[in-house]
């Protein structure tokens, strides 16, 4: 019994001795990114984010500097929705791409109709914001009984959003279309 007690003591030991080094180099690497790293959080206080969306939106900006003893440094970007329980970042858009939870994230007294569709363009902006790189090919038209937020136009293909409204205006579908068939165009 004795013997037990001396071997479980020693691996006790043994583990909270590594546990102090562990601590004591995460201290030092949380000290080394505090000192290279800094990041905000901003609240997007759009109108248009507040009245269409259930969520606050939030931009993430996180600057890495002097990393290797280079002045230059690295930003990284991030949009993300919080939920109250959870922040996610908005689906990925790669190809033509069903939204479901950007739909569930649209406000349940929200009417996609002609005098609000301008503020859901400005929605967009916010959260799939268009690349500066790329040129402005935004627009919005209905057409056939769905709403078309053109993004982008690749080789005289139009994309962007295309959402599903009832006869009221209520958003029951969104997703993003790399090409449009041509009826659906304006």
């Not at 043994?14 to 995460?26: I, K, N, P, R």
Request: charged letters at 30%; aromatic letters at 16%.
């Amino acid at each position: 019994m004795s013997r037990n007690f001396l071997v479980g003591t020693l691996l006790l030991f043994v583990h909270v001795t590594f546990g102090q080094d562990s601590l004591e180099a995460s201290h030092r690497l949380d000290n080394f990114l505090y000192k290279s790293c800094t990041t905000n959080y901003n609240l997007v206080t759009s109108e248009s984010v507040k009245n269409i969306l259930k969520y606050n939106v939030f931009y993430i900006t996180q600057e890495t500097k002097n990393i290797y003893g280079e002045k230059e440094k690295q930003v990284n970007e991030f949009i993300v929705i919080d939920n109250g329980e959870q922040v996610k970042r908005f689906e990925r858009i790669k190809t033509s791409t069903d939204l479901p939870e950007l739909t569930s994230y649209i406000r349940d007294d929200f009417f996609l109709n002609k005098e609000s569709a301008p503020y859901f363009q400005v929605l967009l902006d916010y959260i799939y914001p268009i690349a500066e790189w790329k040129p402005d090919k935004r627009e919005f038209f209905f057409k056939n009984g769905k709403w078309y937020f053109l993004r982008d136009a690749y080789f005289r293909t139009k994309q962007g959003f295309e959402i599903t409204v009832d006869s009221k205006g209520k958003i029951t579908h969104i997703c993003y279309k790399m090409k449009w068939d041509e009826p659906e165009s304006k």
